[in-house]
């Protein structure tokens, strides 16, 4: 059974609407995606540069397309825990340490795909 509500392009138009929506959220909001942002805005050209060929493009860029992936759902967790109450629980530290660990497990996947793409 389906959800009643908006379907086909109209549907596709608001979801692309709640992305720019949340995006925007997470410019404005926090500085960890302003900083990896802007390293993107750094190395993709650089990647596109540096790349010999489409699969060695698609590493290096999508490596880090990986990192904004994995920063904007932490970003959505934080927010989500910090939303429920501000005092102390092991589970919420638990969850904002785990969407921490993905951001650098992210980051260290970029970096180890950027050394042996350069390195070879």
Request: with cysteine.
């Amino acid at each position: 059974m389906s959800k009643p509500g908006n379907t086909g392009l109209k549907r596709v138009i608001k979801a692309a609407g709640y992305s720019w929506a949340g995006l925007k959220a997470a410019f404005k909001h926090e500085a960890a995606f302003r900083q990896e942002l802007a390293l993107c805005l750094v190395l993709i050209p650089t990647g596109l540069w540096l790349g010999q060929n489409g699969i060695e493009r698609a590493l290096l860029i999508g490596s880090l397309l990986l990192v904004l992936i994995v920063e904007l759902l932490n970003s959505a967790i934080e927010a989500v825990v910090d939303r429920f109450g501000g005092e102390q629980h092991e589970l919420s530290g638990r969850a904002k340490d785990i969407g921490s660990a993905a951001v650098f497990v992210a980051l260290l996947n970029m970096v180890v795909i950027w050394a042996l793409l350069l390195i070879s």
